[in-house]
């Protein structure tokens, strides 16, 4: 059974700081792995999606990695902002079905 | 652009009452999912339906059933609801097979079962 799990639960950084949220996976048969934002009350929405034969994907100031074979994506985030405070969610679709299994996410502030 | 639109926003009910979630996207996609998200669990599957006409189990099915109506509409009902199924629900779309098959997401359903 395929189990997402992103740690920490919670993260505070001063503004500017580059930081790295991490993901870890039980099962390296993935079939793509997406990050989220969820902010306070609102729905989710898609950052980055890494397709299993990628290695990465970058848009803007984030840059998620992929590694199937150690069960791992990270998403950095460059010369962070207060706007960036919200929650992140690591989720992954598994290989020959339509699940996609979502970590507990983790609670970013960035101070100002 | 409307995306995934669900209603209502918010709900309170009481044990035993039924109620219906509605979804409708409107970006032609053929896959549509009901989620539950809980405090520290992140979300989880309750029913999907890959196709139109066409529903599966997730991962915490009981005590929920849907109807997929139509490309557009996928439903949620709650036939006799209990405290445990407090929760945020959340429905998603996407398009399986494409390039970029993004899940995106309706605003939620913040539901109270007293």
């Known amino acids: 059974k395929q189990e997402v799990t992103q740690i920490p639960a919670a993260l505070s950084v001063p503004e500017g700081e580059n930081l790295v949220l991490n993901c870890s996976f039980t099962d390296s048969a993935i079939y793509n792995l997406q990050w989220f934002r969820q902010d306070p009350g609102k729905g989710l929405t898609s950052l980055l999606l890494i397709q299993s034969s990628q290695r990465e994907q970058t848009s803007g100031r984030l840059n998620a990695s992929l590694d199937k074979s150690s069960g791992r994506s990270t998403l950095y985030i460059a010369a962070s902002q207060p706007g960036d405070s919200a929650t992140y969610l690591c989720?992954?679709?598994?290989?020959?079905?339509?699940?996609?299994?979502f970590g507990a996410g983790t609670r970013l502030f960035v101070k100002a | 652009n409307a995306g995934v639109t669900q209603t209502p926003k918010f709900q309170v009910l009481k044990t035993g009452q039924s109620m219906t979630l509605q979804c409708a996207q409107d970006m032609n996609h053929n896959s549509m999912y009901w989620y539950r998200q809980d405090p520290g669990m992140g979300l989880r599957l309750i029913y999907y339906?890959?196709?139109?006409?066409?529903?599966d189990k997730g991962e915490v099915p009981n005590g929920y059933n849907v109807s997929r109506l139509n490309k557009r509409e996928f439903s949620l009902r709650l036939e006799s609801a209990a405290p445990s199924q407090t929760s945020v629900y959340f429905c998603a779309s996407s398009e399986i097979g494409a390039a970029n098959e993004k899940l995106f997401f309706g605003s939620g359903t913040q539901l109270s079962v007293l």
């Open positions: 989720a992954v679709r598994v290989t020959g079905g339509f699940k996609t299994i």
């Open positions: 339906s890959a196709s139109e006409g066409t529903t």
